[in-house]
Nanobody
């Protein structure tokens, strides 16, 4: 089976930056949507950034626009989330998800693969 593996999380101070990576392992499969989600203990899971691979269009939640950037490499097997100007509200566990249907929507899915998540902690 195919799995997604996130990396790059850690602890940073307010105003700092982190770059998260999401890589595919196992058998190679075609993916059309890749999306970063986050969930904090006191909040619902939310989609923060997504990309539709065939045309490269990106989508962002209003809370991260201008600070976060989603991208993918030329082999389309890794997606990144560059996070700048981090705030306390960005503290959460971040997950990546992939959708294998051509009609998937980057911020809605459907998704058939999920990673285990990587923790991001922002402190002052």
């Amino acid at each position: 089976q195919v799995h997604l593996v996130e990396s790059g999380g850690g602890s940073v101070q307010v105003g700092g930056s982190l770059r998260l990576s999401c890589s595919t392992s196992g058998d190679t499969v075609r993916t059309y949507c890749m999306t970063w989600f986050r969930q904090a203990p006191g909040k619902e899971r939310e989609a923060v950034a997504g990309i539709y691979i065939p045309n490269g269009r990106t989508y962002y939640a209003g809370s991260v626009k201008g600070r976060f950037t989603i991208s993918h490499d030329n082999t389309e097997d890794t997606v990144y989330l560059q996070m700048n100007s981090l705030t306390l509200e960005d503290t959460a566990k971040y997950f990546c998800a992939a959708g294998g249907l051509v009609a998937c929507r980057p911020m809605q899915g459907p998704y058939d693969l999920w990673g285990q998540g990587t923790q991001v902690t922002v402190s002052s």
